[in-house]
Every structure is written in structure tokens, then in C-alpha cells.
């Protein structure tokens, strides 16, 4: 199936057995809380494994000058120690091919030290601890390099990053600098976001072994064929040779895209010793391995009349990419589609600096774009003293801005309205300042959101055994966004059979081929080949019945139709019956502009002693297509909105500019928000059926709920004090800093 026309209507619009959009609990649920829910490092297939260790850099730019490995080696327990001096050869990485993850990544390659904390040595044990304590006892001198390591002060070496495939770096429509010259008010501000760590509960972890020529490695991958092809390019060794398994994953957010040290190392160990190899990156070790969000400096510029209408719209946005890396931060990009305005301009300029690797974080350009975007909308509302919903009513585009193509759907104005009513927005004070509560001055803040919609080929297999149980595989994998559950959701209704006559595999790359988990893609990619897979079925068992597959209704454990009934166990007999569904991307992502929309509406307090900011509510209002599962979706809404808070208020990973390491490399100093940081907060989603995303008509989800969150917050504390912060995050400092004597 390829997405050239609308979808037409099917038998999840009549949603006869109430599955689609019903709260049902996870599938998966019971076998997590029992701890009966392998995650990599806990998988015991094969013989027992041996435990690797990684040795970091301790320099973030030079090579190793010299290591001694003796005492190590005669570590108890200890089987090998890896490093440049005898580790397996491998395939250069290099910046060829569209997709960046299934790019070769040798480790321990050369001498050359590019990052703090990048893996040089390798050490394996029987044990995890004989492995971390031998770890210790490797000796390593460097011939250290001076670095540059802050985006700021490299700004005069900024590049224009390298586009495609969606990603280009400029767009242009009118002229924006004369008319952003001549416009009777203007807002002109430069706002800053800092690094962000994914902060997953799971760390990266990999158990590897090989039977032959193959290798099996289950470990916590978002994108099994992007590991699977990973493997394989930098192992030089066949595509079908590299089994990838990853049936559980505790949290992803993009920082499990790529496949990391942990992977690639117990893989040739496992095949230099001949024996399974674990390998457990610690947390300390995460925010160096893996990768980050990367620090965005970001200058807005917005002409509007006098009655607000916007007339110029500049958005700029400089990031870093590691030295050798080539991904930039699109914080950008959500300005080309949100606000009308005739002269328009946004350009994104990368900084290469010697810091571990920056890649996708949840909503990637989104999440921090929006921070300022909307930011310097609700300048604007100030400036012009309106309010900041109806500045952005008079800005409502009837198309694409710059693509000049119609919408797929476009609810914010419903989002902002209904948020508005439910929020008590009416009680807002315009003025800064006006409300107080004791020593607490309150305020109230509100943003836009949007997140792009996309769709990714994926294929599925289903099977109706001879006992009526369907099972369905796919490589796809759980993030922990319920996957299991709303994908048993659909073929639960397509086959009308009980959701525990649905057996979902997962999360194995010896199944059909996926796009995996990323970029809210995969519900609309898995779920719409697991769609035509059951389509597919369905008619096989209604022509097999003899009844004409239009007319076919399925429920209760049968097929009827033109006056005929069938069970569905007979006709799988016992050898079942089997069908194929995939999903392509077509002409329908050309045509419409896809985005998923929201609001977020936020109250907070400050205290005038300290500074101290503590949010008292928050409000999302979302229009993302139709909703599967309504305990999911809000769930992760709520998710995004929460880390939403963080990055208003929280999350700031500190580089020394000395020395090219995060400071605060651990969970106890780099603040995530805690239960009590989240006191009410609430989703809703606006009913929404998108004809022209895919066959499910859904968006999506996962990445909407923090797209700009933290705008709402930051809006708020103006609200509450007039102090703007324009540098995230939000701290008290910055409050006391704004504040009058």
C-alpha cells in the first residue's frame, strides 16, 4: 500500500468492537511490573557471558602517547583487555548514505582521542566487577591537543550544515530584511537552550554472541535495521550475518537512534574469546558514549502592524556537531509552517566543536525552536498589548507558508480556544506583576505547538493459527510507548477478536522490516503495515469462506457475510493462514503539509525572597489525527509536557570549557523535574481523523507534548514578574537578576 490518495474508509472507522481509542491497559504491562520483561541486560539466551567494561578518555582532544595494560591483564578473572594495539580492524566511519545511523563506527580504531570520554581501551572479565576494577588498573598517557569546546565564542567559524532529505538548512519566501526594516513594531531578541542528556531510566546496555559466521546482539536499539546495517558496515561482514534483538527498551527520546560503543565492542569480543560478551554502560559513562541534545543560540525576529499582523518572520539558529559529525540542530523549521507572514527567512548555521557527538533528542528542532519562537511571539502580544491567543488568531495561515500547499488538518486555533476555556485564560492578568499571593507573585503563560507528521515504509507478517490466537511480527520496537498495545489494539479490530487472541512480536530484526521507533513515525509506519497485513488477511479468510470480502463482517471469532458464517479456526485449519501487509510513503506528503498541533497553558508562582519558580498547573490541548489508545497518548503527552517543565526550569548539562566534559555527568546534578515538581498537569486531545497521513488516519504523538512546552513556563514568570529570561533554563538567579531592589 503507498500513499497516494486519501484513505478511504475502513473497518477502524466503524471501530465495531470499540478497540481503537479505548484505554486499554498495557499488554506488556504485567510482565514489566513482575519483572518478567527481559531488557537487554537481562537477557540469559546462550552460554554464560562473560562482562565487558569500557575505559573513557580522560582528554577530549589528542591520542594516546602510550598504555600499559599489564596489570590488568593479570587482574583476576580478567579475559582480555582491547585497544588500538590489537583490536579488530574495522571500516572507517565516514558521512556517505542517507541514513546517518547505519554509518560504520569503529572503536579503538587509531590512537586518535576526538571526545571526552571516548572508549580507548576495552576490558573484559568474568565477572562485571572484575571487568570495572581492572578497568581502573589500565595506565594511559596522552599527547593532549588544545580543544575548542563553546558554541558562543566559535560563532566566526559557523558552516552552513549539509541538507537533504528533508533537512534543508535555509529557506527563503519574499524579502525578509527590508520588510522586517520597515515594520512599525519589531521584536529583535536572541534566546540560548543548553545541552540536554536524554536521561533514559534504561542505560545503553548489549549481550553478544556468535553461532558461525553470525552474530546476535540484544541490546537497546530504537532502529533495528540501523543497527543491523551499523554492524555490518563497520564489521565489513553481510547484512544477514547480524541478528539484532531488542524485545524491551526502558526509554529511548532519540538517544537509542544510534548504537554505541557498548554494541560494537561486546560483538568483537565475543568473537575473539568465542563466547557471549555483556557489556553495561554505567550512568556517568552515558553523557560522554552517547549522545546529547546539542546547545542552540537562537535570534528571532518578528515585524508585525500595528493590529499585529505579522510581515516578517527571521528565525536563526546556530548549533554545534562534533568535529567529525555533520548533525545540526533544525530549531528552525517549525517557523516555516506556523504563523502566516509574506516575508519570511530561517537559516541554520552549525559550529564543529571537539564534544561528543550531538544528535536527535525527543522532537529534535521542535522541542527548543519553539522555546523561542514562542517566546517572542508572547514579546510581541506585550509589545502590542494584545493578548497572546489572538495575536496568534490574526496569524492563522489558510496554507502552507512556504510550501503553499493546503493543510492535511489544522486544529490549533481549536487547541488554543478549548485550552483557553478549560484554563480559566479569561482571568489572566495582561499586566505583568498584578497578582500576588503572599511573597509568591502568580502568573499565567501560554504557547503554540506544532511537530511535523511522517511516515516511513515498514512491512508485517501476520498469521491466524489453527487455535485462533493471530500473531503479528514486525522488527518495530517498544520505547515504552506502548507499542505492543495499540498495535494488539488494531488487529484486535480488524479481525474482530478478543485483544488476548493477539499476540504481538516485537523488536527482532530477523522479522519484516521496519523504520522502527523515532521521530513519532513509528504507531503511523508499523501500524499501518500491520493495517494491510490484516486487510490482507481478512480477505483471504473471506474469500475462503465464500463470501464476497467487501461485505465481510469479523467478530466474535467469525467471518459473515451475503448470508454466510465462518469460524475463523476452521478455515486457519492447522497449518493457519498467513498474509503480508506494507506501507509506503506517496504522493500525500507531497501534497499536504502534515503537522500535529497543540497548546500548552501554564500557571506558576515566584517567590519575590528567592526567585525560586514552582509551576502550580499546566494545560495541553492536542489535535494529533485519531487516537488509538486513550491512556497512551495522554500518557505521552504528559511525558513531553513534564520534560517540557525541565527544560524551562531544569535541565542544563554543563561543559567545562577547559577541559571539554560534562560537569554534572550523573542524574544527582543534572536536574530532571521530580514528582514534586509536577503538581496538576493535564492532556486532552481534540477528536481528529486525518484522512491523508496514512491508513489509520493518526499523527503523531510521542514527540507533540514537549514541542515548545517550557515556552509556556518561561511566558508565565513574565507574566508573574515582568523579568524575561531569554537563556534556559529559567534558574532563580536569572529571576532575582530581573527583579527590582
Known amino acids: 500500500m503507498e500513499m497516494n490518495q486519501p484513505a478511504p474508509p475502513n473497518a477502524l472507522d466503524r471501530n465495531e468492537h470499540r478497540n481503537i481509542g479505548a484505554p486499554l491497559d498495557r499488554v506488556d504491562g504485567r510482565l514489566k511490573v513482575m519483572g518478567a520483561a527481559p531488557y537487554a541486560y537481562e537477557v540469559k539466551e546462550g552460554a554464560k557471558p562473560a562482562y565487558g567494561f569500557i575505559v573513557e578518555s580522560t582528554i577530549a582532544k589528542g591520542r594516546v602517547a602510550a598504555i600499559d595494560t599489564a596489570a590488568a591483564e593479570r587482574a583476576p578473572g580478567v579475559l582480555m583487555v582491547m585497544t588500538h594495539r590489537n583490536a579488530p580492524r574495522q571500516a572507517p566511519f565516514s558521512l556517505e548514505g542517507e541514513d546517518r545511523f547505519a554509518r ?302 493546503p493543510y492535511s488538518s489544522r486544529q490549533l486555533v481549536a487547541c488554543m480556544q478549548e485550552g483557553a476555556r478549560r484554563f480559566g485564560w479569561n482571568k489572566r492578568s495582561a499586566q505583568p506583576g498584578q497578582l500576588r499571593e503572599g511573597r509568591w507573585l502568580v502568573g499565567t503563560g501560554m504557547c503554540a505547538a506544532t511537530r511535523g507528521n511522517l511516515l516511513r515504509a515498514a512491512k508485517c507478517k501476520v498469521t491466524l493459527q489453527g487455535d485462533g490466537m493471530l500473531v503479528a511480527r514486525m522488527s518495530m520496537t ?26 504481538m512480536q516485537l523488536g527482532d530484526s530477523d522479522f519484516p522490516e521496519t523504520a522502527g521507533s523515532g521521530g513519532s513515525f513509528g504507531a503511523a509506519s508499523a501500524g499501518s503495515a500491520l493495517y494491510d497485513a490484516c486487510e490482507n488477511l481478512r480477505t483471504k479468510l473471506a474469500q475462503s469462506a465464500g463470501i464476497d470480502p467487501a461485505q465481510a463482517r469479523f467478530g466474535g471469532g467469525m467471518v459473515s457475510g451475503g448470508g454466510k458464517t465462518a469460524h475463523l479456526d476452521k478455515l486457519a485449519g492447522s497449518s493457519g493462514v498467513e498474509a503480508q501487509g506494507e506501507i509506503k510513503p506517496g504522493e500525500m506528503e507531497k501534497k499536504f503539509s502534515q503537522q500535529a498541533y497543540g497548546a500548552f497553558f501554564a500557571e506558576v508562582g515566584v517567590d519575590l525572597d528567592s526567585g525560586e519558580i514552582r509551576l502550580r498547573r499546566m494545560l495541553g490541548v492536542f489535535a494529533a489525527g485519531r487516537i488509538l489508545n486513550a491512556k497512551t497518548a495522554r500518557s505521552q503527552a504528559i511525558g513531553g509536557m513534564i520534560w517540557g517543565v525541565g527544560s524551562a526550569l531544569h535541565e542544563e548539562a554543563v561543559v567545562d570549557p577547559r577541559h571539554g566534559f560534562f560537569v554534572n555527568h550523573d542524574i544527582a546534578e543534572y536536574h530532571v523535574p521530580v514528582h514534586a515538581d509536577i503538581p496538576a498537569i493535564d492532556a486532552v486531545f481534540l477528536p481528529e481523523v486525518d484522512d491523508k497521513t496514512n491508513p489509520l488516519k493518526i499523527k503523531g504523538v510521542g514527540e507533540l507534548g514537549i514541542s515548545g512546552a517550557g515556552a509556556a513556563v518561561a511566558n508565565a514568570v513574565f507574566n508573574a514578574t515582568g523579568v524575561r529570561i531569554r537563556d534556559y533554563p529559567l534558574t532563580l538567579d536569572k529571576v532575582l537578576a530581573g527583579l527590582p531592589a
Request: glycine share 6%; with cysteine; charged share 25%.
Open 104 to 405: 560504520p563506527k569503529p572503536y579503538l580504531n587509531d590512537p586518535q582521542v576526538q571526545y571526552y570520554g571516548e572508549p580507548v581501551a576495552f576490558v573484559v572479565a568474568e565477572t562485571f566487577e572484575q571487568a570495572r576494577a581492572a578497568a581502573q588498573m589500565v595506565r594511559i598517557s596522552y599527547a593532549q591537543q588544545k580543544g575548542e569546546y563553546e558554541l558562543q565564542p566559535n560563532l566566526g567559524k559557523a558552516e552552513k550544515p549539509k541538507g537533504g532529505a528533508g533537512r534543508e538548512p535555509d529557506s527563503d519566501v519574499g524579502d525578509f530584511e527590508p520588510a522586517f526594516t520597515a515594520a512599525p513594531v519589531r521584536i529583535d531578541a536572541t534566546y540560548t537552550t543548553p545541552f540536554h542528556i536524554h536521561a533514559q531510566m534504561e542505560p545503553h546496555a548489549s549481550l553478544a554472541w556468535w553461532e558461525g559466521d553470525r552474530v546476535i546482539i540484544h541490546c537497546s536499539s530504537q532502529l533495528l535495521e540501523s543497527a543491523q546495517k551499523c554492524v555490518s558496515n563497520t564489521l565489513q561482514i553481510p547484512n544477514e550475518n547480524v541478528r539484532i534483538v531488542s524485545r524491551y527498551i526502558g526509554g529511548g527520546f532519540g538517544g537509542k537512534l544510534p548504537i554505541y560503543a557498548d554494541v560494537l565492542l561486546s560483538a568483537m569480543a565475543a568473537r575473539e574469546l568465542k563466547r557471549p560478551v555483556k557489556t553495561a554502560l554505567t550512568r556517568q559513562q552515558m553523557f560522554h558514549v552517547t549522545t546529547h541534545r546539542s546547545d542552540t543560540i537562537q535570534r528571532l525576529r518578528l515585524g508585525a502592524t500595528r493590529d499585529g499582523v505579522l510581515t516578517a518572520i527571521g528565525h536563526e539558529s546556530w548549533s554545534h556537531s562534533a568535529r567529525f559529525d555533520d548533525f545540526y540542530e533544525s530549531a528552525a523549521k517549525q517557523t516555516r509552517s506556523l504563523y502566516a507572514g509574506a516575508n519570511r527567512m530561517t537559516r541554520h548555521r552549525s559550529v564543529r566543536l571537539d564534544l561528543p557527538v550531538s544528535d536527535s533528542a525527543r522532537a529534535p528542532g521542535e522541542a527548543v525552536g519553539l522555546l523561542a519562537l514562542e517566546c517572542a511571539m508572547d514579546e510581541l502580544a506585550h509589545q502590542l498589548r494584545m493578548d497572546p491567543i489572538e495575536l496568534r488568531l490574526r496569524n492563522e495561515p489558510t496554507e502552507d507558508p512556504e510550501k503553499h500547499i
Open 478 to 503: 517498544d520505547i515504552g510507548t506502548g507499542s505492543y498495545t495499540v498495535f494488539t489494539q488494531i488487529a484486535a479490530e480488524m479481525l474482530g477478536l478478543p485483544v488476548e487472541k493477539v499476540s
